[in-house]
């Protein structure tokens, strides 16, 4: 075994090499023409689904990343994953993103093979692709959860946001100078996003497309609420003043709503996970203790209890979610 063990580890030395060197890609900081470069997927029109760097030739990227990022470009994974970093504000590209995952992708099978290849060789190979089916998914999880507490603080911010952009109104502003003053008061995320709305402004699109593609960013039933009451007001006209007002009040009355009904599902929710991750903490440990013991199941027929066992699991995680899920 001496042979596998070496391989898998040059695998793992390699994959953490491109982890790396793609994480301190995404953690230098923007240059001004980096945040021109990036306009297209942050800000816009239908450049917002484009994958592609406007100025290659001045920023070189990684090769193999560009590679990438053309091979899925225009397909409908190169315009989700593109949506996904935009939510999550993570100055990544499409093609980092996706070298990244098959890093974790490898990191994980040359894992999974070494945790297996002495005790239970011939478990090795499977168990290094369940450790790089998760690899490969890890990224795009932390990703959604990132973009998921983004919005959710946007949507906490917007109810004191809008009595702020109402209030601006009342005092003489235009709705412009009224955004461009968010921009500058209100904390992140709420702050960049309308920094974002105010640069578009300025590119030349208009209010309405630039409030759109901010929900397009910021997916939200609330927000949708202010961006569809700005496009009415400025087709019919109207108070929008007052409009805000009262759509702030619903706001602030949906999320301390929301809040409470979080409070009083949270013990489900955690007995959900922990039921659900119970089995799985039990089955490593025993592995690690005994592989012997737990490669007993892993037979024909007895491999079957394991996999219903599986199934089942995860039925009954994403019915407690489901159960606890209460729209509001």
């Known amino acids: 075994m001496s042979n596998p063990v070496l391989v898998m580890a040059f695998l793992v030395v390699f994959a953490a090499l491109i982890l790396l060197m793609v994480g301190l890609r995404a953690r230098k900081k923007a ?3 980096d945040v021109v470069e990036r306009m297209g997927r942050f800000a816009t029109r239908e450049e917002f689904l484009e994958v592609t760097d406007s100025s290659g030739d001045r920023h070189k990227a990684n090769k193999v990343a560009k590679s990438l990022e053309e091979m899925v470009k225009g397909g409908s994974m190169a315009e989700r994953l593109s949506a996904l970093l935009a939510r999550a504000d993570v100055r990544l ?5 996706i070298l990244m995952r098959i890093g974790s992708a490898a990191v994980g099978f040359a894992l999974g093979f070494l945790l297996a ?3 239970a060789p011939a478990m090795a190979i499977l168990l290094g692709v369940f450790f790089a089916i998760v690899g490969y998914a890890a990224p795009y999880v932390y990703l959604s959860r990132k973009g998921k507490k983004r919005q959710k603080r946007f949507v906490e911010q917007l109810g004191d946001t809008i009595t702020l952009m109402a209030n601006s109104l009342r005092a003489g502003y235009s709705l412009l100078q009224t ?4 921009s500058r008061e209100t904390a992140d995320p709420m ?6 709305v105010v640069r578009e402004v300025g590119l030349g699109i208009s209010s309405e497309d630039a409030m759109a593609n901010l929900l397009r960013r910021v997916p939200s039933d609330d927000l949708d609420l202010l961006v569809t009451a700005i496009s009415i007001q400025h087709e019919v006209g109207g108070n929008l003043a007052q409009i805000l007002t009262i759509i702030g009040h619903t706001i602030r009355e949906r999320v301390r709503i929301k809040g409470e009904i979080g409070v009083l599902t949270a013990q489900q929710s955690i007995s959900g996970y ?3 991750g119970m ?4 089955g490593g440990i025993l592995f690690v ?3 012997t013991y737990l490669m007993a199941l892993f037979v024909y027929p007895y491999i079957i209890m394991p996999i219903v066992g599986a199934v089942l699991v995860v039925v009954g995680f994403f019915v407690m979610k489901r159960i606890t899920a209460i729209e509001v």
């Not at 590209?93 to 993103?97: A, C, K, M, N, S």
């Not at 089995?279 to 039990?282: E, F, G, L, N």
């Open 31 to 33: 240059s001004v023409d």
């Open 93 to 97: 590209t499409v093609g980092e993103l």
């Open 117 to 119: 290849a002495r005790s």
């Open 179 to 182: 955004m461009e003053m968010v």
């Open 191 to 196: 702050g960049t996003e309308f920094r974002r």
């Open 274 to 276: 922990v039921i659900s």
């Open 279 to 282: 089995p799985v903490a039990m």
């Open 289 to 291: 203790m005994n592989p």
